[in-house]
Nanobody, 115 residues
């Protein structure tokens, strides 16, 4: 079973930036499409960005042009660079694979955008 550990969240002012990291155990990480999800208070978890094993990326419209997903298969790590953050980006952020039954969810990392 793959274990996922997210980090890098925190409190940031509107317009600020954060870089999230997700470390995955296990050597099979590299073959999967990976994604960053977020869950805001009172809302369902949503997929905001995905990246294929070969580096093709897709984003939900609300984060296009502001967020960048990347991966380092040698380090079993996926990243999310978040710029021009808005209060609506406040959520717990998780990573997991996309398109198949998710692995066990990690603890997530909390991002709070507030002045």
């Amino acid at each position: 079973q793959v274990q996922l550990v997210e980090s890098g969240g925190g409190l940031v002012q509107p317009g600020g930036s954060l870089r999230l990291s997700c470390a995955a155990s296990g050597s099979i990480f590299m073959i999967y499409v990976m994604g960053w999800y977020r869950q805001a208070p009172g809302k369902q978890r949503e997929l905001v960005a995905r990246i294929s094993s070969g580096g093709i990326t897709n984003y939900v419209d609300s984060v296009k042009g502001r967020f960048t997903i990347s991966r380092d298969n040698a380090k079993n790590t996926v990243y999310l660079q978040m710029n021009s953050l808005k209060p609506d980006d406040t959520a717990v952020y998780y990573c997991n694979r996309v398109g198949q039954s998710p692995w066990g969810w990690g603890q997530g990392t909390l991002v709070t955008v507030s002045s």
